[in-house]
């Protein structure tokens, strides 16, 4: 019987995590650890319940005694705050799903790496901020990470029986998000429910807004590059708006090998989950007669400045990528809150990679968590000051 846990289980790709264990099989086919939620604790409760999790933890300390009623007799400990979190990813697992979403992923992810396991990476943060450190941390241990994301997942399928050697070019699609066909002069006043809404993907709303202004794409750049060990030059982004191909690969000899799939996030979970095999999985089944055509088409820069900021992030390495990414995750809370457009959030995110390039240099390598989580710390002290600056003028 395998041991799991899953990080980040109420969330949408903890969910979707849920669904397919609960599918093949619950707890009678796997011995489930740890489970952990932000403060969804009837919810947390529920899956712990219905999986046997030995440890069950919710972010919120404040929400312990709720989560501890919700499972009494169920014989799931109940834990809470970030000390719990991190005891938990220290119980060992043989897989492990990484689905908390931003940096607040990157610890328990790489806690849980020292015990040898797989980490099935959901967590492009993690690959963003600490790349090289992350990947030096499953060497050591002897750990395996296999991507999560669509397009990641996707390139990592097309690789099998594959030499990086013979790679040409990684192309990853987006669908374009909410505001693909917005005239540009309208984005400045796009409102939090207006990029919430994704013509895709069934997803959180964080992860719908980067979408929208392709601040998600970005990361996955940056991702692309630290998993794959690819040139950021031959790194390529298309929009997509089907969602249909997730990803291509070109080798040297001009063939070009594509993934495609129905934008349903089981499919690359699944595909971590019972890798090396495949198993059936419940998504749908394309019919390419019946879709008739897909479309292609470049990124437009002026209404995606985010992909232009991921290459020199790329450019700059080091330190930068976990400044990029707190100070993204800060412009958007500044966003879902009303204290700045949609428009502002990638003018802030490049002032404050600016201050403290000028201030810091960020471009030094990083040498531990540590001075991972103290670039992600000042970036998000500057993004306030920055946004402040900002409402000033």
């Given at each position: 019987m395998r041991s799991v846990s899953v990080f980040g289980a109420t969330g949408s790709i903890g969910e979707s995590t849920f669904d397919l264990l609960m599918r093949q099989g619950g707890a009678q086919a796997y011995r489930t650890v740890a489970l952990t939620g932000g403060r969804n604790v009837a919810r947390l409760a529920e899956?712990?319940?219905?999986?046997?999790?030995?440890i069950a933890v919710i972010a919120d300390e404040t929400l312990l005694p709720d989560l501890k009623a919700a499972l009494h007799g169920s014989g799931t400990v109940a834990a809470a705050g970030q000390n719990a979190l991190m005891e938990a990813a220290d119980r060992p697992a043989d897989w492990i799903m990484s689905g908390i979403v931003g940096a607040a992923g990157l610890a328990?992810?790489?806690?849980?790496?020292?015990?040898?396991?797989?980490?099935?990476?959901?967590?492009?943060?993690?690959?963003?901020?600490?790349?090289?450190?992350?990947?030096?941390?499953?060497?050591?241990?002897?750990?395996?990470?296999?991507?999560?994301?669509?397009?990641?997942?996707?390139?990592?399928q097309a690789l099998v029986g594959e030499e990086m050697e013979a790679v040409e070019a990684i192309t990853i699609t987006a669908s374009g998000g909410a505001f693909r066909d917005w005239p540009l002069e309208r984005l400045a006043t796009a409102t939090v429910a207006e990029?919430?809404?994704?013509?895709?993907?069934?997803?959180?709303?964080?992860?719908?807004?980067?979408?929208?202004?392709?601040?998600?794409?970005?990361?996955?750049?940056?991702?692309?590059?630290?998993?794959?060990g690819i040139e950021p030059e031959r790194i390529e982004v298309l929009v997509h708006p089907e969602s249909l191909v997730h990803a291509l690969v070109g080798f040297r000899d001009g063939g070009v090998i594509g993934h495609l799939g129905a934008p349903d996030m089981r499919h690359a979970i699944g595909y971590a989950l019972n890798w090396p095999e495949r198993n059936h999985l419940p998504v749908s089944r394309l019919n390419l007669a019946k879709i008739g055509q897909l479309t292609f088409s470049a990124p437009d820069p002026a209404r995606y400045p985010a992909l232009r900021l991921a290459r020199e992030v790329m450019a700059a390495g080091g330190l930068t990528g976990a400044a990029f990414n707190a100070s993204k995750e800060a412009a958007l809370d500044a966003f879902i809150?009303?204290?700045?457009?949609?428009?502002?959030?990638?003018?802030?995110?490049e002032d404050v990679l600016e201050r403290l390039s000028r201030d810091t240099g960020l471009g030094k390598s990083a040498t531990s968590l540590d001075m991972v989580l103290d670039a992600d710390r000042a970036a998000r002290r500057m993004t306030v000051e920055v946004i402040k600056d900002m409402q000033r003028t």
């Open positions: 899956q712990a319940k219905a999986l046997k999790a030995e328990p992810g790489f806690r849980a790496l020292s015990h040898g396991g797989t980490l099935a990476l959901a967590n492009k943060e993690s690959l963003v901020t600490a790349g090289p450190l992350l990947m030096a941390e499953a060497r050591a241990h002897g750990a395996r990470i296999l991507p999560v994301d669509s397009e990641h997942s996707a390139v990592f990029a919430s809404t994704h013509p895709n993907w069934a997803m959180g709303q964080r992860i719908t807004i980067d979408s929208a202004s392709m601040f998600n794409k970005a990361l996955e750049i940056i991702e692309t590059h630290e998993f794959f809150d009303g204290r700045i457009g949609f428009t502002k959030m990638a003018d802030v995110v």
